[in-house]
């Protein structure tokens, strides 16, 4: 996977005058880089009214002999994080249009526009390449230089930001779009194993006889009908001077790298889309990948549970009772909701390690449509601080994260005349997104915990300037965005940040 470079900031007299011009600028301000040919050129564009609709706008000016492209990008004030990503992605876009081969990015002056500025450059400007057959047919990205107006404040900073929170969002697109023959269990274990030497990290993957050994019914089960067997993979950052005690930030990443519902198999329409059930671990994958660069000063471990779900004589059935890791029994009731049983395996063996917090994503359910069409992500918790801190850090990701209840009556519809518990229920009116999150719920004790079902946004079915038709690493920006806040705390805790938070 190819990951963006950390842009190098130029000042204004760099910018070359033979190549083409992004210009991002705040309402009320007007273009103003310092550069007395560009900024006359932007503010003709400017007080012309081609601007007036809020998009980016092209147009060509001369000089020295030539017609070169200007883009002007206006941003409102400090906008949302989606509509300044956009005005960033489609500049890119209109300059790759025209097979553009170099340009000039002139940032805005300060602010958390500028991290989503380089966010939206970034997306637009990525392209996937695939391990296998498969291709990004859009047009070359462009090779960009990028420039600071000369009163720009705390600009590196926010660029770093910026770029930290698109490895991860970026990783997390790459890994959902490999094709699920190529990005098999095995592949993915792979792929945690080269990133965690290149980072340092240390990792321990236990495979089917360890799953066995250690109980993980859950895990076994689901992987019961491929031909590829189950792994719990645990990825640790722990910095050098961290004393042993130090409870680790856990993520925990439901990653299916297909899904075809097992024995209650899928509705063929739309299952090609079903390599995207691993987008929790893409999400938890991209999050390493930014921790790899950032290196905080806290301990945080990833979990992944890697599983394929088929059909064969093998497979899991409805009406079998497994027995999880933590000894729970339970009957299955519909093989195609598989990912809350690995998921109650790993959120066991998160409890076991001492956490600070744990936080999964999985793409869980479907009903999730039905609550947000494909906007916002469904949050379950079991700590308000922790739920703020995450609220906090989705001002700048725009994720849209929403707390829903974890309310105790939804315990009795996994009752179960079999077993401890069943892991799906049948009756139509039952709610069954908050039903799964119940159901995870019994497997974390009293951990402060964090669920993101992320099922809804985590397919772009519509192409835009930020990304193609596709995944859209749903997840990974908030998580990222968080692990960057609480690096920047002197005191990482939740309720500090909170407490300051009420007191602004």
């Given at each position: 996977?190819?990951?963006?470079?950390?842009?190098?900031?130029?000042?204004?007299?760099?910018?070359?005058?033979?190549?083409?011009?992004?210009?991002?600028?705040?309402?009320?301000?007007?273009?103003?880089?310092?550069?007395?040919?560009?900024?006359?050129?932007?503010?003709?564009?400017?007080?012309?009214?081609?601007?007036?609709?809020?998009?980016?706008?092209?147009?060509?000016?001369?000089?020295?002999?030539?017609?070169?492209?200007?883009?002007?990008?206006?941003?409102?004030?400090?906008?949302?994080?989606?509509?300044?990503?956009?005005?960033?992605?489609?500049?890119?876009?209109?300059?790759?249009?025209?097979?553009?081969?170099?340009?000039?990015?002139?940032?805005?002056?300060?602010?958390?526009?500028?991290?989503?500025?380089?966010?939206?450059?970034?997306?637009?400007?990525?392209?996937?390449?695939?391990?296998?057959?498969?291709?990004?047919?859009?047009?070359?990205?462009?090779?960009?230089d990028f420039v600071a107006p000369a009163d720009a404040v705390g600009i590196e900073g926010a660029v770093r930001a910026g770029w930290l929170t698109s490895l991860a969002?970026?990783?997390?697109?790459?890994?959902?779009?490999?094709?699920?023959?190529?990005?098999?269990?095995?592949?993915?274990?792979?792929?945690?194993?080269?990133?965690?030497?290149?980072?340092?990290?240390?990792?321990?993957?236990?495979?089917?006889?360890?799953?066995?050994?250690?109980?993980?019914?859950?895990?076994?089960?689901?992987?019961?009908?491929?031909?590829?067997?189950?792994?719990?993979?645990?990825?640790?950052?722990?910095?050098?001077?961290?004393?042993?005690?130090?409870?680790?930030?856990?993520?925990?990443?439901?990653?299916?790298?297909?899904?075809?519902?097992?024995?209650?198999?899928?509705?063929?329409?739309?299952?090609?889309?079903?390599?995207?059930?691993?987008?929790?671990?893409?999400?938890?994958?991209?999050?390493?990948?930014?921790?790899?660069?950032?290196?905080?000063?806290?301990?945080?471990?990833?979990?992944?549970?890697?599983?394929?779900?088929?059909?064969?004589?093998?497979?899991?059935?409805?009406?079998?009772?497994?027995?999880?890791?933590?000894?729970?029994?339970?009957?299955?009731?519909?093989?195609?909701?598989?990912?809350?049983?690995?998921?109650?395996?790993?959120?066991?063996?998160?409890?076991?390690?001492?956490?600070?917090?744990?936080?999964?994503?999985?793409?869980?359910?479907?009903?999730?449509?039905?609550?947000?069409?494909?906007?916002?992500?469904?949050?379950?918790?079991?700590?308000?601080?922790?739920?703020?801190?995450?609220?906090?850090?989705?001002?700048?990701?725009?994720?849209?994260?929403?707390?829903?209840?974890?309310?105790?009556?939804?315990?009795?519809?996994?009752?179960?005349?079999?077993?401890?518990?069943?892991?799906?229920?049948?009756?139509?009116?039952?709610?069954?997104?908050?039903?799964?999150?119940?159901?995870?719920?019994?497997?974390?004790?009293?951990?402060?915990?964090?669920?993101?079902?992320?099922?809804?946004?985590?397919?772009?079915?519509?192409?835009?300037?930020?990304?193609?038709?596709?995944?859209?690493?749903?997840?990974?920006?908030?998580?990222?965005?968080?692990?960057?806040?609480?690096?920047?705390?002197?005191?990482?805790?939740?309720?500090?940040?909170?407490?300051?938070?009420?007191?602004?």
């Amino acid at each position: 996977m190819k990951q963006p470079a950390l842009p190098r900031i130029g000042r204004p007299e760099t910018i070359r005058p033979d190549q083409p011009v992004i210009v991002c600028f705040q309402d009320g301000r007007g273009p103003a880089t310092g550069v007395a040919w560009l900024d006359e050129a932007a503010d003709q564009m400017w007080r012309s009214g081609l601007c007036s609709d809020g998009a980016a706008t092209l147009a060509l000016f001369a000089r020295d002999g030539q017609s070169l492209p200007l883009v002007v990008a206006p941003l409102k004030g400090d906008g949302a994080p989606w509509d300044v990503r956009l005005r960033a992605a489609e500049s890119i876009e209109m300059l790759c249009a025209r097979r553009q081969g170099r340009c000039t990015v002139v940032l805005p002056p300060g602010g958390p526009a500028v991290q989503w500025v380089i966010e939206g450059i970034l997306a637009a400007n990525h392209r996937y390449e695939s391990a296998g057959a498969a291709h990004d047919d859009r047009p070359a990205p462009l090779e960009i230089d990028f420039v600071a107006p000369a009163d720009a404040v705390g600009i590196e900073g926010a660029v770093r930001a910026g770029w930290l929170t698109s490895l991860a969002a970026l990783a997390a697109r790459d890994l959902v779009t490999e094709p699920a023959n190529i990005l098999t269990p095995p592949r993915f274990v792979e792929y945690c194993m080269q990133t965690a030497a290149q980072a340092g990290f240390e990792t321990h993957v236990m495979g089917k006889a360890g799953l066995e050994k250690a109980s993980m019914g859950g895990l076994l089960a689901v992987a019961s009908g491929s031909r590829y067997e189950p792994y719990l993979v645990r990825m640790e950052w722990r910095p050098a001077d961290s004393p042993a005690e130090a409870a680790p930030v856990v993520l925990v990443g439901k990653t299916v790298t297909f899904d075809s519902g097992g024995i209650s198999l899928k509705n063929p329409q739309d299952m090609d889309f079903m390599k995207a059930d691993m987008g929790g671990g893409a999400a938890v994958f991209g999050a390493m990948a930014m921790i790899a660069e950032l290196r905080p000063a806290f301990p945080v471990t990833a979990l992944f549970a890697v599983v394929e779900n088929m059909p064969d004589a093998c497979a899991m059935r409805p009406s079998d009772v497994i027995r999880m890791a933590n000894g729970t029994t339970v009957e299955i009731i519909n093989t195609d909701a598989e990912g809350r049983l690995i998921l109650a395996d790993a959120l066991h063996v998160a409890a076991g390690l001492n956490p600070r917090v744990v936080i999964d994503l999985a793409t869980l359910t479907g009903a999730t449509l039905g609550t947000f069409g494909p906007i916002g992500t469904t949050v379950f918790a079991n700590d308000t601080a922790w739920f703020e801190a995450l609220a906090r850090a989705d001002e700048r990701a725009g994720e849209m994260v929403w707390r829903m209840p974890l309310w105790p009556q939804y315990r009795q519809f996994l009752e179960s005349p079999v077993a401890d518990l069943r892991h799906y229920a049948t009756t139509g009116q039952n709610g069954s997104t908050p039903v799964a999150a119940a159901f995870l719920s019994q497997f974390i004790g009293a951990h402060p915990w964090l669920h993101l079902d992320i099922y809804n946004t985590c397919w772009n079915h519509q192409a835009n300037p930020l990304m193609p038709k596709g995944p859209t690493g749903s997840g990974s920006r908030v998580l990222a965005q968080l692990i960057l806040n609480l690096a920047a705390d002197a005191d990482p805790s939740p309720r500090s940040a909170l407490t300051e938070r009420k007191s602004t």
